[in-house]
């Protein structure tokens, strides 16, 4: 029986992969649940927990090899091997991924980006890539084996593009839209509402804030 990974679990798991880098940079060899849960503000004991949904990766006693778990967690995330991507949306933030880095030393190849903007349409998206019509997506998709659809188009406009992704047979969809999409089971998505992190973090603020004037006021 398949066992279903909560998304929690993949997205720590995205985390201790920069973490361990990060350490094999430092050049430490070795390192314990305690210690990379101190690192990143997460309990031992849910380290221990995300890691073992995949099998065994530790001693006790001794921790985690940096090297062997790094190589594993890459394994599982999929960062092996290389991902051909588009972004539809060639607005601020679509630009913004095209010219960040990261993605690419992650193996997530943007190999297009397309706008319906006719005064977009032609202009350099970065050092590589020209923006595209968005009418040419579905020969460029086809024609690249793309797997990965990135949406940062308005609301109004994200299930359409979704939907015609969708019958392209890309596998997976990230979505910026400030919506919820209706999508078939089998394609894995992951929504990306930017606002939600703020009122997220606005929230952390109130309340700190809050328990201090009461604080004040005994």
Do not use: H
């Amino acid at each position: 029986m398949n066992i279903k990974i909560p998304k929690p679990t993949i997205r720590r798991l995205a985390i201790y992969y920069r973490c361990l880098e990060k350490l094999l940079n430092e050049k430490q060899t070795n390192i314990s649940s305690k210690e990379f849960g101190e690192r990143l503000g997460i309990k031992a004991s849910q380290v221990r927990k995300d890691l073992s949904y995949f099998g065994e990766f530790g001693k006790r006693g001794v921790g985690y090899n940096t090297v062997k778990l790094l190589d594993s967690i890459g394994e599982i995330l999929g960062i092996k091997k290389s991902w051909n991507v588009v972004i539809v949306g060639a607005g601020n933030l679509g630009k913004a991924l095209c010219n960040f880095e990261p993605l690419e030393e992650s193996g997530f190849i943007i190999k297009g980006v397309f706008d319906r903007d006719k005064n977009k349409i032609g202009k350099r998206a970065n050092s590589n890539l020209n923006i595209k019509d968005i009418k040419e997506l579905n020969d460029f998709v086809n024609d690249n084996k793309i797997d990965i659809g990135v949406i940062t188009v308005p609301a109004e406009s994200a299930q359409k593009i979704a939907d015609n992704l969708v019958s392209l047979n890309i596998k997976g969809i990230i979505n910026f839209a400030p919506i919820k999409l209706k999508l078939p089971e089998k394609i894995k998505i992951e929504d990306l509402d930017i606002s939600v992190f703020f009122r997220s973090l606005s929230f952390q603020i109130s309340m700190e804030q809050r328990s201090l004037r009461k604080g004040q006021e005994k």
